[in-house]
């Protein structure tokens, strides 16, 4: 279909045509949108690369920070720990372990400081942390021992020697000082807990003592042999209680007195000593 005609000024016919005219108003609208749909989706593209890595970029820059910052506290800890300032360096290190949350070398200093000022359960929270952190470093584990002992966790101290030798068998100071120490106090927890079982049952032996429930002749010999008899248990059951369990420099498990008679005034009374009640 042809467009409309016209004579120029200088006799020349022309032909005016239409914008379009042989493409369709819908297809036309169709190709816009698309080309537009793909622009913005271009440009969107290129703002989110943008963005992403603006953010990246910025992270890292914090993360640094964040390091350089977490040392700097650390070693100011460290130095007010060795002047004697001990509540100043755990402010300094939990200021660091805000910043880096996840640095084992932290939880292990602040463990040992505690330790010092006697505060045993956090200090055995703050070794806890560490080996969580670092499951493989022996120091940690060491650290973790020691703490467990003073809070007299004695057996899961002497686990806990035993995983940092494992981990460095070469450190002699683990098994030779450490370990051992705590194998000592395992030998002493169980004595006193054994004396403890002794001193309870010579007790009962005292206050349920059957020769109390038989009727004697008080001028017979029976009533000597039941009143040594019961000596002899209030004998036992004092001497428990004024013996102590100690761990000597073998290992070996003694009971030693710590009353002030010591070991002269322990004794069971011979029958000598007793007389019958109408023979005086």
Sequence with gaps: MQGKRFIRKDGFICWKRKVGEKVSKSTVQQFEAEEEKAENAASRQDEDVDWLHAIKRRREILLEDCAAKSKRLKDEGAMLAEHGRHWEAIKKLDEAIQLTPDNPLLYEMKSQILTILQEVFPAVKA????????PLWWEGWQTLGRAQLNLGEVDLAVRSFQVAIHLCPSESALWQEDLQWARRLQKQHLATKEKARQEEEAKKQILNAPELEQEYDFESDEVLAACVAVAERQ?????????????????????VLIGEGGSEDAGTPSKEQFVKARGL
């Design 127 to 134: 070794a806890e942390m560490a080996v969580k952190f670092s």
């Design 235 to 255: 004998t036992r059951y004092e001497e428990l209680k004024r013996t102590a369990v100690v761990v000597d420099a073998d290992g070996n498990i003694k009971n």
